[in-house]
């Protein structure tokens, strides 16, 4: 069993940056992998950011050269910095981890965290 908690979401300008932290327990992740997806309000859940246990790390285009995904496995803690955020980036991200699987595929992944709002305005 793991348990995941998101955080560091709030309210930011266009063109501003956040840090999300995802901070596991229970079961250390470091031979995992783990993956933030974000979901807006009527949308389907989508791909964001993934790394593996082996530290290969994938992005989807839309957030590609302005997230960086990133992992401290002493602390069992995976972080998502976002800069140059816009407003289509709102949403509430989760963080998800996968005992195996396809990286970007949410039904995959075994555990998830309750989400952090995101709200990016003009």
């Known amino acids: 069993q793991v348990q995941l908690v998101e955080s560091g979401g709030g309210l930011v300008q266009a063109g501003g940056s956040l840090r999300l932290s995802c901070a596991a327990s229970?079961?250390?992740?470091?031979?995992?992998?783990v993956g933030w997806f974000r979901q807006a309000p009527g949308k389907e859940r989508a791909f964001v950011a993934a790394?593996?246990?082996?530290?290969?790390?994938y992005y989807a285009e839309a957030v590609k050269g302005r997230f960086t995904i990133s992992r401290d496995n002493a602390q069992n803690t995976v972080y998502l910095r976002m800069n140059s955020l816009k407003p289509e980036d709102t949403a509430v991200y989760f963080c998800?981890?996968?005992?195996?699987?396809?990286?970007?595929?949410?039904?995959?992944?075994?555990?998830w965290g309750q989400g952090t709002q995101v709200t990016v305005s003009s």
């Open positions: 790394t593996t246990h082996a530290d290969s790390t």
């Open positions: 998800a981890v996968q005992v195996g699987g396809r990286y970007y595929y949410a039904a995959h992944y075994d555990y």
């Open positions: 229970g079961r250390t992740f470091s031979r995992y992998g």
